[in-house]
């Protein structure tokens, strides 16, 4: 949030490494560092799965409450996860040879 509560802040993201894993929908874990406002800081664990209808989902990495139940460890806003997605979608058809 800028100093009088509107307005923007530039936001830069850079995926730094991607592990394949290919179990069952999980095709990938990926880390990307992620810049806010001159505030650097890394996410570690983003899992790629593919959909039924072959749709690549990038989601926050996860945590484990007590009960055993998963959450996001960090929550994002749609336009920053949606965009790593897409960056994270090429970067794997660029590995594969099809981007």
């Not at 394949?20 to 890394?42: D, H, I, Q, Y």
């Not at 926050?60 to 929550?75: E, K, L, M």
Request: aromatic share 4%; hydrophobic share 40%; glycine share 10%.
């Amino acid at each position: 949030m800028t100093p009088e509560g509107t307005g923007t802040t530039p936001v830069t993201f850079e995926v730094t490494r991607i592990d394949p894993v290919s179990r069952g929908r999980l095709m990938a874990l990926a880390t990307v560092r992620v810049e806010v406002a001159g505030v650097e800081f890394v996410l570690q664990g983003l899992p790629a799965t593919l959909r039924p209808d072959g749709f690549l989902v990038v989601e926050p990495p996860q945590a484990r409450r007590s009960d055993g139940t998963r959450c996001p460890a960090v929550i994002l806003p749609n336009e920053l996860l949606e965009a790593i997605a897409r960056e994270i979608a090429a970067e794997l058809k660029r590995q594969d040879g099809t981007g």
